[in-house]
């Protein structure tokens, strides 16, 4: 019995916490640009407004990065017919 297991390359796991501590950085930042009376009046406007953007564009990213997983998965899945139907031809 062949077995396959398709485990989350170690690059895509420091991508995504990466990704993770960006976003609650720009979270942190933006509350504090729009409670701080030190804050300038752009940062208080474009800080937040980048954040949004970001957090709306993250699963747009990691929606391109789960289609690369699944070709992935596809030339795997293919390998193991392959395989399978050269062994049942023995």
Same mark, same amino acid.
């Given at each position: 019995? &062949? ?5 989350? %390359?170690? #690059? ?6 990466? &990704?993770?501590? !960006?976003?609650?950085? $720009? +979270? @942190? ?5 729009? $409670?701080?009376?030190? %804050?300038?009046?752009? *940062? ?7 954040? =949004?953007?970001?957090? $709306? !564009?993250?699963? $747009? &990213?990691? &929606? ?6 699944? @070709?992935?998965?596809? *030339?795997? !899945? #293919?390998?193991?017919? =392959?395989?399978?139907? +050269?062994?049942?031809?023995?």
């Amino acid at each position: 019995m &062949l077995v396959a297991t398709y485990s989350p %390359a170690p #690059k895509t796991q420091r991508f995504m916490s990466a &990704l993770s501590l !960006g976003m609650a950085l $720009l +979270v @942190a930042a933006s509350a504090w640009a729009m $409670l701080s009376p030190e %804050a300038s009046r752009s *940062i208080t406007y474009l800080l937040p407004i980048i954040t =949004v953007l970001v957090i $709306l !564009g993250a699963p $747009l &990213l990691i &929606l391109a990065m789960a289609s690369n997983r699944a @070709a992935e998965e596809a *030339i795997i !899945g #293919k390998a193991l017919r =392959v395989a399978l139907a +050269v062994e049942e031809e023995r």
